[in-house]
C-alpha cells in the first residue's frame, strides 16, 4: 500500500498543488524540509496553526477551501500529508468523520493532537452528539490557540519563546476582536437575535453572544434538506418574525433560498463556517472570518 501511494504521489501533488498554506508542495518527496511539518484537516485550523508557528514550520491542510470538512472524502495525497507530517492536528469532537480512513492509510506513527480540547460540549438539538463547531466563537478559538501552544512548546522546545510571543500577539487579536463582537451585537434588538442558517452551526456564537440559532439542519453529515426540516424553518423564521436568514460559503445556497423565498425574508449575506474565505473575500484569515461573520449578523438583524 505504501509503496503505491509513493509512486502515485507525484500525481497526488498536482492535485493538491493548489491546497498547501506554505510553498512546500512542489519540492521533491522526501527532501528534507526544515522546522516542524504540520498537516491538519482543514483551512481555518491551518490559518491558526501559521499564525503560532511562523517560520519554525510548514502547515498543509487537507480539506480545499468551498468544501465542508465532515464528509470529506480523503484521496492517497491526504494520506501521505498526514504520514509525512510530525504531528496532525485535528479539530476532534467527531469533526472529522473521515479520520479513520486517513489515519489507517497513513503511518500509524504520526501524532493526532486535537486542538478543541477543553471547549465545553453544546449537544447537537434532539441529540446527545457534540456539535463541533467550536471554532466559531473566538473565546473558544483562544483555547484552540493555548492547546496549540502547549504541544508546540512540548514539540519543540527550543522554540518556546517564540511560540509563547505568537500566541501571545494572536490571543490579543482575538480578545480585541471579542471585545468588538460583544459591542456590535448591543446594537441588535434582543428579538431579533436568531440566526438562521442551512448547518445549525453556530451554537457556540451563540451561546457566547446571546442569539438563537436555528438550521434546515443540525450538522451536514445528518440528512440535508428534506422538505420537513425547510418547513419546520420556513414556519419558524414566520413565527420569530426574524428580519434575515444567511447562507454559508459551503453549502448549497438552494435550500436557504427556498426558506427565504417562502417566509418572505432576505437572505443578508454570506457567512463562513467550515472553511476560510477564497481569496478576495475578505474572509482569508481566521480573524478575518470571524470578523465578517458578525458584521454581516449586525448589518443583517439590527
Ligand atoms: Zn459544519
Known amino acids: 500500500m505504501k509503496k503505491w501511494f509513493k509512486q502515485t504521489v ?5 492535485l493538491a498543488g493548489g491546497l498547501t498554506l506554505a510553498a512546500c508542495g512542489t519540492e521533491e518527496s522526501g527532501e528534507e524540509r526544515e522546522g516542524l511539518e504540520i498537516t491538519t484537516s482543514f483551512s481555518v485550523l491551518g490559518n491558526i496553526i501559521e499564525e503560532v508557528i511562523g517560520d519554525r514550520g510548514e502547515v498543509e491542510y487537507i480539506v ?3 468544501e465542508e470538512p465532515h464528509e470529506y472524502e480523503p484521496v492517497p495525497s491526504d494520506f501521505r500529508k498526514v504520514s509525512d507530517a510530525d ?3 485535528i479539530n476532534g469532537m467527531d469533526l472529522e468523520e473521515w479520520l479513520e480512513r486517513v489515519v489507517s492509510n497513513a503511518a500509524a506513527d504520526t501524532d493526532i493532537v486535537e486542538l478543541s480540547s477543553g471547549v465545553e460540549p453544546i449537544p447537537l438539538q434532539g441529540s446527545d452528539e457534540a456539535d463541533p463547531h467550536g471554532w466559531l466563537s473566538p473565546k473558544n478559538g483562544i483555547m484552540y490557540v493555548e492547546n496549540l501552544l502547549q504541544d508546540l512548546i512540548e514539540r519543540d522546545p527550543d522554540g518556546e519563546e517564540y511560540y509563547r510571543e505568537n500566541a501571545e500577539a494572536y490571543i490579543g487579536e482575538l480578545e480585541e ?3 468588538w463582537i460583544e459591542e456590535e451585537v448591543a446594537e441588535i434588538p434582543e428579538e431579533n437575535r436568531l440566526i438562521v442558517v442551512s448547518e445549525n452551526a453556530f451554537k457556540y456564537f451563540g451561546a457566547d453572544y446571546g442569539f438563537d440559532t436555528e438550521g434546515v439542519w443540525e450538522i451536514n453529515s445528518h440528512e440535508e434538506g428534506t422538505p420537513q426540516q425547510i418547513n419546520r424553518v420556513i414556519d419558524l423564521v414566520q413565527d420569530r418574525g426574524v428580519s434575515a436568514v444567511f447562507v454559508e460559503s459551503t453549502v448549497d445556497k ?3 433560498t427556498q426558506v427565504s423565498d417562502n417566509a418572505g425574508v432576505p437572505i ?6 467550515d472553511a476560510l474565505g477564497a481569496e478576495g473575500s475578505g474572509a482569508e484569515t481566521y480573524i478575518d472570518m470571524l470578523h ?5 449578523f449586525v448589518d443583517g438583524l439590527k
Open 87 to 89: 504531528v496532525f492536528y
Open 292 to 296: 465578517h461573520n458578525a458584521s454581516t
Open 254 to 256: 438552494r435550500y436557504m
Open 177 to 179: 476582536l471579542d471585545a
Open 64 to 66: 480545499p477551501i468551498g
Open 268 to 273: 443578508a449575506g454570506e457567512v463562513y463556517t
Open 10 to 14: 507525484g500525481a497526488g501533488l498536482l
